[in-house]
């Protein structure tokens, strides 16, 4: 330490806080692609890993932990929703929930199943579902554990979030 005992610490970027979570912004398309590094992490045990070979949110073992992402949606309709997750050999099956909320009402969800991958570094994209938004604007979408069914959720590298066309059929939700 040097003696006034002050020091430096410099950065490659600029650190963000969770209070200064910047808000995602959809492509032309209206899709949105909500990375890991992006997410403001709550809980006990969650936390994003920047490790280049991991880049996820992880160490999920904590019901109560969850994820978030601020975004903006300029349209209302349909929207598919997908992560790309990772999940070990043997921890595949725990359920969350993906919610959309809006002015601290939840607006829409749906449940993901977290699919065994067989290293939680092996990540797929896992279609979850549709959920509809009847009005545009600012969003938090949150993906909280709802079970565990081993020693840990899964890790989730991002979620993809492709607004639909046209209205989805009953049958195709």
Known sequence: ??????????????????????????????????????ARTQGEKLRFEP?????????????????????????????????????GAGQGGSKGRIAFVRDGEECSAITCVVKETGHFQNFRWVHCGYVYLDTAGDYTVTIQPSS?????????????IIQQQKEIAEGNK
Request: with cysteine.
């Open 1 to 38: 330490f040097p003696e006034d005992g002050q020091l430096l610490v410099t950065f490659d970027v600029a650190p963000v806080f969770a209070s200064e979570q910047q808000r995602i912004e959809p492509a032309p398309d209206g899709s949105m692609f909500l990375r890991a590094s992006d």
């Open 51 to 87: 490790q280049t070979y991991k880049n996820t949110v992880g160490f999920w073992t904590n019901q109560g932990d969850a994820a978030a992402w601020w975004c903006c949606f300029r349209e209302s309709g349909w929207y598919s929703v997908a992560l790309l997750q990772g999940c």
């Open 148 to 160: 565990i069914k081993q020693k840990a959720f899964g890790d989730i590298r991002a979620v993809s």
